[in-house]
């Protein structure tokens, strides 16, 4: 995957341009902005590896029958087994940060494996950060000791991820939860990936969350004729960061992955009634 830039503030610089866009952190200034390799914002990497997927799809279902849609995703041949932490199949529950995780939704199931953290996994703040360091491999020394610095600050204390798959497994969606220790920070964190996004000039805002338009945002490409679609959302909740990204095959339900957003915002806010 190619590296991709922009320019943009870092959630750690937010405050020094505070006074530069009207006191607002982590927004995009107007005035010479550091350019950043966004080695650290998996919403982005994520709509370029769906990118790169619906190049791969389409020519790989060239010569299939066109009339049945393509499936992102095959279900297991076999079922999993009970589970001690709970339910495995509507996600575990066993730490607290899983437990904010939505549950699997009736018309959903567990979807496909998102790394070494599977399709319900979590990362510790100290195993977390190291991975996002990983990021900085290639950088030269003083660029990646500039890096490093940046996810230290994030203060990062645990990584939460669960996906989901739709019945007829032409939707795919991935969330994750990120909690750091200071709601500041990732509110900061929020605004620098929201701006990164606007910033860019493919994106469009929609759909709007409904009951948290002011802590959520959800991007679609303007204009794209991929067989793969995608929507990536961000929002934040107290000391959680937390983002979605969806990928499907047309026609591509952007309602139901706003619905599911919403769901898990309203879980985060009330855990047991959205369940």
């Excluded at 230290?152 to 795919?172: F, M, P, Q, V």
């Amino acid at each position: 995957m190619n590296d991709v830039t922009a320019q943009a503030t870092t959630p750690d610089e937010s405050d020094e341009n505070a006074g530069e866009n009207g006191g607002v952190p982590g927004t995009v200034p107007s005035g010479r902005p550091r350019r950043v390799i966004l080695m650290a914002l998996p919403a982005v990497l994520v709509a370029a590896a769906v990118a790169g997927a619906a190049v791969y799809t389409e020519n790989s279902v060239d010569a299939a029958d066109r009339s049945a849609r393509t499936r992102l995703w095959e279900e297991p041949a076999h079922k999993p087994g009970k589970d001690p932490a709970g339910d495995v199949a509507r996600g575990r529950v066993s730490t607290e940060l899983s437990k904010l995780l939505l549950p699997v939704p009736a018309g959903y199931r567990l979807g496909p494996d998102n790394g070494e953290l599977g399709n319900d996994g979590e990362l510790s703040g100290k195993k977390a950060t190291a991975a996002m360091k990983l990021n900085a491999r290639g950088l030269a020394g003083k660029e990646r000791r500039a890096h490093e610095k940046r996810i230290d600050k994030l203060r990062i204390e645990g990584i939460a991820t669960r996906s989901y798959t739709g019945g007829d497994n032409t939707l795919a969606i991935s969330t994750e939860i990120m909690r750091m220790k200071d709601k500041k920070t990732v509110r900061n964190f929020y605004a620098f990936k929201t701006g990164l996004f606007e910033s860019i000039g493919i994106f469009r805002t929609e759909p709007k969350i409904k009951g948290h338009t002011r802590n959520a945002r959800c991007y679609v490409l303007r204009k794209g004729e991929d067989s793969i679609q995608s929507m990536n959302c961000l929002a934040y909740d107290g000391e959680l960061s937390i983002s979605l990204s969806a990928s499907g095959t047309k026609p591509f339900d952007r309602s139901a992955v706003a619905e599911l957003l919403k769901d898990q915002l309203d879980h985060i806010a009330s855990p047991g009634e959205y369940i």
